[in-house]
């Protein structure tokens, strides 16, 4: 198997749910998982960030009379159904489920269309991205797919490959995403694009303090409380 990871890079304007993930910050999401078939889609999505992002996604997401998952048909005619699995302050998970998806071009279905059935995928939106990964058989002709996809993205996203290799942390990061707030991934993203987490330190916490804006036994305090939950969850499920 190969693992197959692209990203489609949307305008504003394109579309109206990415337009949320583009102009609310800390919002993002996860698929734990999505599955296809030639006829049909289910998928489990994870969105994560502040109540009030979530509550402007979550009326884009539940509209069943647009589809989310299109490329390059408005109004397309297949039947869909969205509901809330589950709810708090700062996580909501949505199951999607979609029929007669050959009426409508998407990921799922161009995947299946192109490799047949058996493939997993992953997805995630984050700001103007939405990243897919989807593990393939050897024999699948990915420049062939990725030809496909291009040729049927509407105006306002932009496909760009990230890369095709070895099978490698599948869907590693969602349990351990899921723990941390809002506030909490943006302060560890920050340590980590600052080098904040390397061997020597390339970064201090008023570093860190200074690029978010935000005071210094804030940062120490996000920094303290995603490194225990992380290292928690570690403990428990490895030693």
Known sequence: MREFEFVLTYDAGADELMDEFVERSGLRSQTAACFANERAMWRVDHV?????????????F???????????????????????????PEHRVYFTRR?????CHSIPYLAVDHAGDGLLIEAERDGSEYVWRLLVPDDCAVGELYDRIDERLRD??????????DPKNWNGGYDTGGL?????????????????????REATVADLAEELDT?????????QRAEEKVMTRFAAESL
Do not use: W
Not at 99 to 103: A, G, L, P, T, W
């Open 99 to 103: 029929q007669e998806i050959q009426h």
């Open 180 to 200: 941390l707030s809002a506030e909490e991934r943006e302060t560890v993203a920050s340590a980590v694009a600052a080098g904040y987490y390397g061997t020597p």
């Open 215 to 223: 005071p210094h036994s804030t940062v120490q305090y996000r920094l």
């Open 62 to 88: 539940l509209d069943e009379s647009v589809c989310n998952e299109c490329l390059d048909v408005e109004g397309c005619s297949s039947s869909r159904e969205y509901q809330v699995m589950s709810k708090s």
């Open 48 to 60: 994560f960030g502040p109540e009030s992002a979530l509550d402007a996604v979550e009326t884009r």
């Open 156 to 165: 306002g996203i932009r496909l760009d490959l990230s890369h095709v290799s």
